[in-house]
């Protein structure tokens, strides 16, 4: 008896899983695809812009000075990182109005979210601020007696020039948050706004050249 019990019962499951595998089937074959989405404000994907032979030549030739002031040794120091960040700093605090005026042109989005998109940005660089010299502290590890009185040590090292390119949906905070971390590491920028998100793009062409050390890429 238990044995028929058991054989009914996994019937009873087998049938059910081929009755619901059945039912996805058909929902999947009579579904029709989702109507694109649309972008509320200013802000359009069109087609992908694509690299002119002049861009290529300007964008070469920031990276070659940027890369030689890093070969340099501009970028390595504590004070250097520090002056940046607090420049970056200064500027996102006078020209916040400006910043939170052109995330709610290009994309309509409320003034308080747009507000805490820079304020976010404004915490991040002063806990840059505040951890930087611990960040760039060497860390001591654990040697082996048998290469005694050998010791080692890990040293953070920044990697050279970097470039950050901005998306459409955040042309801020996604553009000015990986800034804070390649500054703190004592890279060199160079930035690509979004061309999509016209008022922050053309914000940023004012703003950044006044930043030492910080290049713009139009």
Request: aromatic share 6%; hydrophobic share 40%.
């Amino acid at each position: 008896r238990l044995r028929l019990r058991l054989r009914l019962r996994l019937r009873l499951r087998l049938r059910l899983r081929l009755r619901l595998r059945l039912r996805l089937r058909l929902r999947l074959e009579t579904a029709q695809p989702p109507k694109a989405h649309r972008i509320r404000g200013t802000a359009a994907i069109g087609k992908p812009s694509t690299m002119t032979d002049a861009f290529k030549a300007e964008a070469g030739g920031l990276h070659s000075s940027l890369r030689r002031r890093f070969l340099a040794g501009e970028t390595r120091g504590y004070e250097w990182r520090r002056k940046q960040l607090k420049t970056l700093g200064k500027l996102l605090e006078e020209h916040s109005d400006s910043l939170i005026g052109a995330i709610v042109a290009d994309l309509k989005r409320p003034w308080s979210e747009a507000a805490m998109e820079v304020k976010i940005l404004q915490r991040e660089i002063n806990d840059a601020l505040r951890n930087l010299r611990s960040w760039m502290r060497p860390t001591w590890h654990w040697t082996h007696m048998l290469v005694a009185p050998a010791k080692q040590e890990a040293r953070p090292e920044p990697l050279g020039s970097a470039l950050v390119i901005g998306p459409y949906n955040y042309p801020v905070n996604l553009l000015i948050s990986p800034l804070i971390g390649a500054l703190s590491a004592g890279c060199n920028v160079m930035l690509k706004p979004s061309e999509i998100s016209k008022s922050c793009e053309r914000l940023f062409s004012e703003l950044i050249p006044r930043c030492a050390n910080l290049t713009l890429s139009s």
